[in-house]
C-alpha cells in the first residue's frame, strides 16, 4: 500500500479492511515523514506496533 492510499482509509467513513502479515488491522495514525503506520489489531487493541505503510495491504472484496 502507499501512503496516499493509506490517508484515504484512515479519513474514510467505511470500514476498509487493511491486512499486515495476514492479521486484520486499523490504522490508528500515520507518520509522512517516515512512511510509517501506527497499527492494532482487531483482536488486540491495546497493543499496538509502528511498521512501514508498503507492508500493508488492502483487502478488496472479489
Given at each position: 500500500?502507499?501512503?496516499?492510499?493509506?490517508?484515504?482509509?484512515?479519513?474514510?467513513?467505511e470500514k476498509?479492511?487493511?491486512?499486515?502479515?495476514?492479521d486484520s488491522?486499523?490504522?490508528?495514525?500515520?507518520?509522512?515523514?517516515?512512511?510509517?503506520?501506527?497499527?492494532?489489531?482487531?483482536?488486540?487493541?491495546?497493543?499496538?506496533l509502528r511498521?512501514?505503510?508498503?507492508?500493508?495491504?488492502?483487502?478488496?472484496?472479489?
Amino acid at each position: 500500500m502507499d501512503l496516499t492510499r493509506a490517508q484515504e482509509i484512515v479519513h474514510s467513513n467505511e470500514k476498509i479492511v487493511v491486512h499486515y502479515k495476514g492479521d486484520s488491522v486499523w490504522i490508528d495514525e500515520l507518520d509522512e515523514s517516515t512512511q510509517t503506520a501506527r497499527i492494532h489489531t482487531e483482536r488486540n487493541p491495546a497493543s499496538s506496533l509502528r511498521v512501514q505503510v508498503g507492508q500493508l495491504e488492502e483487502k478488496r472484496d472479489q
